[in-house]
């Protein structure tokens, strides 16, 4: 959920008339304050063709370095949450892309976990 999440929570509490504990109509640092109180973390809302740094790299058995080399160069399209986590879009065109990317690079071999599979 992003920041403006909050905001559309707070539209969404005050159409539907729910007030909170004193009575008034919510605002977001009502809500952003009720998180941070009992540590409700913000959802991650992300969609099937978004995967962590994490799982690109499992993905394609490649270092973060190079995830992170495709975000900086614009191979991929990453977005940040607000929890400070990078999603990265990647469709079935961009995997076959990469995939040919990885095995014409010469740097592979030294940015690649040996220790990982492909699926």
């Excluded at 992300?46 to 370095?65: C, P, R, W, Y």
Aim: glycine share 2%; with cysteine; aromatic share 10%.
């Amino acid at each position: 959920m992003q920041y403006g999440d909050d905001k559309k929570t707070v539209d969404i509490l005050n159409e539907q008339g729910i007030l909170s504990a004193t009575s008034k109509r919510f605002t977001r640092d009502m809500i952003q304050w009720i998180r941070f109180k009992h540590k409700i973390k913000i959802p991650i809302l992300k969609s099937d063709d978004e995967f962590t740094v994490g799982d690109l790299q499992a993905m394609f058995n490649i270092s973060n370095h190079m995830v992170y080399y495709w975000i900086n160069n614009k191979c991929v399209k990453a977005r940040k949450t607000p929890a400070n986590k990078l999603l990265i879009k990647i469709t079935p065109e961009d995997r076959t892309r990469l995939m040919e990317r990885i095995n014409n690079s010469y740097k592979t071999k030294y940015m690649s976990h040996p220790n990982c599979t492909l699926d």
